[in-house]
């Protein structure tokens, strides 16, 4: 089942049309999210910004009245175990999610995972390997947490393609993509600092964000380098350096 906010979001491959339902939900009306959601045993959520905080905790409220038994929050992407990242002002939203989540877990029966992958590799300096993951990549690590529930009950997992750094990922798009290519160096530590100086005169654009989730996801301290993953528990396998140059190159020559 996908539950949509309008008629106009409904996009379910023609392939899946007879596996998924499409239902409109208003995410403000609790009687509403809680009748889509009877009967159901899992909520993957991929609410985007700004939607990330009030409207997912009030699916979070409807998923346990109506007896779900696991929660995935959209928070995927940078780790947020780490006391830094939960720190940037892009983040908080998804920071209330988590300690909402682990709140009503201790409360009811709903569990939780938390997935974190760094950064999408298929979204469009750097000698820090950088944990990496496919859209794709993702959605079969949820698939492995639902087949998996008790081990990655109430927990965090986190999941990668693989690592690559940036200078080499750099260095296999200007392959791919024929041209002049321009490359500007910069030290990631300081692009926190620039977003709150923005933040703090009211300036809402989206580098200002960007700048936040570049800093958690490629700055050491930061913990953008995964040094654990849980690839195995979920059934996911890990590519080599070459391996992940070569799906770079081919996402790159697919946008041209």
Same mark, same amino acid.
Request: net charge negative.
């Given at each position: 089942?996908?539950?949509?906010?309008?008629?106009?979001?409904?996009?379910?491959?023609?392939?899946?049309?007879?596996?998924?339902?499409?239902?409109?939900?208003?995410?403000?009306?609790?009687?509403?999210?809680?009748?889509? =959601?009877?009967?159901?045993? *899992?909520?993957? $959520? &991929?609410?985007?910004?700004?939607? !990330? +905080?009030? @409207?997912?905790?009030?699916?979070?409220?409807?998923?346990?009245?109506?007896?779900?038994?696991?929660?995935?929050?959209?928070?995927?992407?940078?780790?947020?175990?780490?006391?830094?990242?939960?720190?940037?002002?892009?983040?908080?939203?998804?920071?209330?999610?988590?300690?909402?989540?682990?709140?009503?877990?201790?409360?009811?029966?709903?569990?939780?995972?938390?997935?974190?992958?760094?950064?999408?590799?298929?979204?469009?300096?750097?000698? =820090?390997?950088?944990?990496? *993951?496919?859209? $794709? &990549?993702?959605?079969?690590?949820? !698939? +492995?947490? @639902?087949?998996?529930?008790?081990?990655?009950?109430?927990?965090?997992?986190?999941?990668?393609?693989?690592?690559?750094?940036?200078?080499?990922?750099?260095?296999?798009?200007?392959?791919?993509?024929?041209?002049?290519?321009?490359?500007?160096?910069?030290?990631?530590?300081?692009?926190?600092?620039?977003?709150?100086?923005?933040?703090?005169?009211?300036?809402?654009?989206?580098?200002?964000?960007?700048?936040?989730?570049?800093?958690?996801?490629?700055?050491?301290?930061?913990?953008?380098?995964?040094?654990?993953?849980?690839?195995?528990? !979920? +059934?996911?396998?890990?590519?080599?350096?070459?391996?992940?140059?070569?799906?770079?190159?081919?996402?790159?020559?697919?946008?041209?």
């Amino acid at each position: 089942m996908a539950a949509i906010r309008s008629v106009a979001q409904a996009g379910i491959p023609i392939a899946y049309s007879s596996q998924v339902k499409d239902i409109v939900v208003d995410y403000e009306d609790a009687e509403s999210l809680r009748n889509a =959601l009877v009967g159901v045993d *899992a909520v993957v $959520s &991929t609410l985007g910004a700004p939607t !990330v +905080g009030n @409207l997912q905790c009030a699916l979070v409220d409807a998923a346990a009245a109506s007896g779900v038994q696991r929660f995935i929050p959209s928070n995927f992407g940078c780790g947020q175990e780490n006391s830094l990242t939960r720190t940037l002002p892009v983040f908080a939203e998804k920071v209330k999610i988590e300690d909402y989540l682990v709140e009503k877990a201790q409360a009811t029966s709903l569990s939780y995972t938390f997935i974190y992958n760094n950064l999408f590799l298929d979204w469009n300096g750097g000698d =820090l390997p950088i944990s990496v *993951a496919r859209l $794709s &990549t993702v959605v079969k690590g949820i !698939v +492995g947490v @639902l087949k998996n529930p008790t081990a990655t009950k109430n927990r965090s997992i986190k999941i990668e393609d693989g690592k690559t750094l940036f200078k080499d990922l750099a260095s296999t798009l200007q392959d791919a993509i024929p041209g002049s290519w321009i490359i500007k160096e910069g030290e990631t530590d300081g692009l926190h600092p620039k977003s709150d100086e923005a933040l703090k005169k009211v300036i809402l654009d989206g580098w200002v964000w960007l700048n936040c989730i570049l800093q958690g996801a490629t700055n050491a301290k930061y913990g953008g380098s995964f040094q654990h993953v849980d690839n195995d528990l !979920v +059934g996911l396998p890990t590519l080599s350096e070459d391996e992940i140059k070569v799906l770079a190159k081919d996402i790159a020559q697919e946008h041209i």
